[in-house]
């Protein structure tokens, strides 16, 4: 029930984990006359995995806001390191983030600026892993494309002879 509910392994045995806890410090909580244990217990394990994933959604939003802020002030103010990236590549690599969809720069701005895998990223925004992995092949084809100047069939073909 957590695992399906949370979809995250680590979140959903957390979860699992507090229900037990639950049980264990206040078993009077159960009433026999409404039902049996293990229904009570699937009761508990669902609603807070329902809350988990709600506190993981507000915290996926935060994330995202200080990940996308954070793209923002290095354009204002880079570090020393940043200005040398940033001199080779960087501002061609956030001209071409912000030619992506909403959908496929949120998925990439977590991966690679959040640190998430994408089963975190799943997890975080609510979306199917195979939309999260979809999501981030599309966006890292269309990056290649807008980086090499559209000349990645041109460099596909050369690989094939």
């Known amino acids: ?20 806890l639950t049980l264990w410090r206040d078993p009077g909580r159960y009433q026999e006359q409404r039902g049996s244990v293990s229904t009570w217990l699937l009761t508990v394990v669902h609603h807070r995995a329902v809350d988990a994933v709600r506190r993981e959604n507000t915290q996926r939003k935060r994330s995202a806001a200080q ?3 954070a ?18 590549l960087g501002e061609k690599v956030r001209d071409a983030l912000h030619e992506l969809t909403g959908e496929q ?19 975080l925004t609510g979306v199917p892993l195979g939309t999260v ?9 269309r990056l290649r494309t807008l980086l090499t100047g559209g000349n990645e069939q041109d460099r596909d073909l050369g690989e094939q002879r």
Request: charged share 25%; proline share 1%.
């Open 67 to 69: 990940a996308e802020q």
């Open 1 to 20: 029930m957590a695992k399906r509910v949370c979809v995250d392994t680590q979140l959903a045995e957390d979860v699992v984990q507090e229900a037990f």
């Open 133 to 141: 992995k979809s999501r981030m092949f599309a966006a890292v084809r």
């Open 105 to 123: 720069r949120e998925v990439v701005v977590l991966a690679y600026y959040g640190g998430y895998t994408q089963c975190e990223v799943s997890a």
């Open 71 to 88: 793209l923002v002030s290095e354009q204002e103010h880079p570090g020393a390191d940043i200005a040398a990236i940033a001199g080779v």
